[in-house]
């Protein structure tokens, strides 16, 4: 793929907005990496309860960004090459689309483009407790080609505040893109 290497990140509506916008701020340090933003109305009410961000803010973060409910957007077709997507958090609302190919807003279809074309889909789903459905649901999206990584944090690297857990968690999903970082210290 000649030029920049293009990255779709999606921004659902779940608690754990950090981890997308934290995953956007880090991308922004790599100028051959262009970020496709796509997030939900819901995920920037979370964003300014969480963060006390405002969109505007968020938004700049990205190289370009998608309104969710431009289907027609270059994300929405496997004919725009991108290395794949992000979704940070992902909503079980979410990961029911995808897992159903209910392609009724970008985010959705961007997913399921992916996963079409056999591109890497990275779903940090964030819900807890979990019940039979959502587990089938990644079970469904897995068999499909997606790779779970939940925002479950390890303390080996001994965290000493919130923004060490989200760069461990950050810097798994930039490890499965082969995007070398130093976001937090590696076993050895």
């Known amino acids: 793929m000649a030029g920049k290497r293009k990255i779709i990140i999606g921004i659902s509506g779940a608690s754990g907005t950090i981890y997308g916008v934290r995953l956007?701020?880090?991308l922004r340090e790599y100028p051959e990496i262009e970020t496709h933003l796509v997030i939900s109305d819901i995920a920037m009410e979370i964003i300014h309860h969480e963060q006390e961000r405002e969109p505007d803010e968020i938004?700049?973060?990205a190289d370009v960004f998608h309104p969710i409910k431009n289907l027609g957007a270059a994300i929405s077709s496997g004919s725009f090459l991108t290395e794949g997507m992000i979704i940070a958090p992902c909503s079980i609302k979410s990961l029911s689309g995808i897992a159903n190919s209910y392609n009724d807003n970008l985010l959705v279809?961007?997913?399921d483009v992916c996963l079409k074309e056999r591109r890497r889909l990275i779903i940090v789903v964030r819900e807890t407790p979990l019940h039979l459905g959502h587990l089938e649901l990644m079970t469904r999206v897995t068999r499909n080609g997606a790779i779970l990584l939940p925002p479950m944090p390890s303390f080996y690297h001994k965290p000493k505040t919130i923004a060490d857990i989200v760069n461990q968690t950050v810097g798994k999903v930039l490890d499965n893109f082969g995007i070398e970082h130093n976001l937090f210290t590696r076993w050895k």
Do not use: Y
């Open 59 to 61: 938004l700049a973060l």
């Open 109 to 111: 279809r961007a997913a």
């Open 24 to 26: 956007l701020e880090v």
